[in-house]
């Protein structure tokens, strides 16, 4: 009987926070800028340069540490971390080790096997790397600092996932809980959001657990599940084979679909760890915390809740809405203007979404504001515009977010209600349809439709529907 086996799964996922400025100097973390502009001697590790602590990355984490429901440590520290890189600035890189400013937390995921708790060993604050790029024309690296000094947290989780489908979960789990947060957009395309995966696999039943490999370079869910899969077939044909699986780290090439061994896996003494002496010790009292505590808002679940009671809009819009922050916060603000709920879901339900699916874009790339999809919904129940205008100043609006009523009037997009105007048109479109007039007044209720049809067609479609229709059926008696 052929041999069964578990995966053991566990995460380190680097997050980059959303400061204005980096976390031990006042520079820039504005993604893009020429080259090595965002620096100073502090995040370029220039001699007698010195730190100071970023105060919002400590507010930051520790919001981070209770949505996880983490223990917050009240007195932590910052080590250096010592290791060469050309794109390490200062030869060690200031993270945490000894007391991390979380640690012992959960979230809760739920996947197809049911509800699970996810436990989050440890949360710590550190500084980002430089970045290499690599000039092909002259056969060198060049080094670029921007990124040097850039806030991140690294939330590691317990090796407690067992599946690919398990480690989504636990991903987009946390990316929702630090969005709601504004800590972090978690874009994962950008890098804002980074995961490694710690994987072994050991025989199903067996207590200890197998020789676990980290993979790095993993920038989507995509490639997250397919380096789990590829991982876990290497590591089962290398037990079959009775050969030993490497403690190391490795790359990820979702291209070729295969990884490949880095170097060895390090332990903490290769990195001789030690405080750092430039930065003082962080001291958090029971009123900063409750402060902290008081002022986290509403999550995806409570918000779910109050929707079912205040907006009458069915339970998939409400999954689909809050399931982003940035779009929940429209549906609100958007509402707030017009008191029209099911009319902003259906907007954001139908012509969003299928305008994101077309692009590949996420709803946190959303740009147009919640008063010009009010002023729309409102110039539309006004019948200033005809449903079909809509959709055309919606698509404008989706790319550019320009503001409808002044494209609409610039245009000359505004509903024709002149009854006199479409009076003629109506008469013309009768007069040059005998066929279709004779098929509605013997029944065939389709044939109406074929008149409005021309109808808008001959007004460019600026006519109200509603109208066409009433005096079309009034007319043909």
């Not at 000094?149 to 990316?175: F, H, N, Q, T, W």
């Not at 490694?196 to 599940?225: H, P, Q």
């Not at 999550?299 to 069915?314: A, N, S």
């Not at 959303?366 to 919904?377: D, K, N, T």
Request: aromatic share 8%; proline share 4%.
């Amino acid at each position: 009987m052929a041999k069964q086996y578990e995966t053991v799964i566990g995460l380190e996922v680097h997050v980059e926070l959303a400061t204005k400025t980096k976390i031990f100097c006042g520079c820039s973390t504005a993604f893009g800028g020429a080259p090595n502009t965002h620096t100073c001697p502090v995040c370029t590790g220039m001699p007698g340069s010195l730190p100071v602590l970023n105060r919002q990355v400590l507010e930051y984490a520790v919001a981070v540490g209770l949505a996880t429901n983490c223990d917050i440590t009240r007195y932590c520290k910052f080590d250096r971390k010592n290791y060469f890189y050309p794109d390490n600035p200062q030869n060690y890189q200031i993270s945490q080790l000894y007391l991390p400013i979380c640690r012992n937390g959960w979230v809760e995921i739920e996947t197809g096997e049911g509800k699970k708790r996810v436990g989050i060993h440890e949360i710590h604050m550190e500084e980002d790397a430089g970045k290499l790029i690599h000039d092909e024309w002259e056969d060198c690296s060049l080094v670029d600092y921007n990124r040097s000094g850039v806030p991140l947290i690294e939330i590691v989780s317990e090796p407690d996932m067992r599946s690919a489908e398990e480690v989504i979960a636990y991903l987009e789990k946390l990316r929702l809980l630090i969005q709601y947060l504004g800590a972090s957009d978690c874009k994962l395309q950008e890098g804002s959001m980074r995961a490694d995966v710690n994987l072994s696999v050991r025989e199903m039943g067996a207590e200890r657990y197998g020789t676990r490999t980290e993979m790095k370079n993993l920038n989507s869910f995509k490639a997250i599940m397919r380096a789990i899969e590829g991982e876990r077939a290497r590591q089962i044909d290398l037990l079959e084979e009775g050969e030993d699986v490497i403690q190391e780290t490795r790359r990820w090439d979702d291209t070729k679909g295969a990884s490949y061994a880095m170097r060895s896996k390090e332990d903490a003494q290769d990195y001789r760890y030690f405080p750092d002496p430039d930065l003082t010790p962080v001291r958090i009292s029971d009123e900063w915390l409750e402060g902290r505590r008081a002022a986290l808002p509403e999550f995806r679940t409570e918000k779910m809740k109050r929707y079912r009671e205040e907006y009458e809009i069915p339970d998939y819009d409400i999954e689909i809405i809050t399931g982003s922050k940035h779009l929940a916060d429209i549906f609100e603000e958007t509402v707030a203007i017009c008191k029209e709920p099911k009319k902003v879901s259906n907007w954001l339900m139908g012509e969003t979404m299928r305008l994101l699916k077309e692009q590949g874009r996420e709803p946190e790339d959303i740009v147009f504001s919640p008063g010009h999809l009010a002023e729309l919904i409102a110039m539309t129940d006004a019948r200033e515009i005809n449903g079909t205008v809509a959709k055309e100043v919606f698509e404008v609006m989706f790319a550019e977010d320009i503001d409808p009523r002044q494209y609409v009037e610039e245009k000359g997009l505004q509903t024709v209600n002149d009854a006199g105007a479409l009076q003629k048109t109506l008469e013309e479109v009768i007069a040059n349809n005998p066929q279709s007039v004779a098929d509605y007044r013997g029944g065939k209720e389709k044939a109406l439709g074929f008149l409005v049809g021309q109808t808008m067609k001959a007004m460019k479609g600026k006519a109200d529907p509603g109208l066409v229709n009433q005096m079309l059926r009034e007319m043909l008696g």
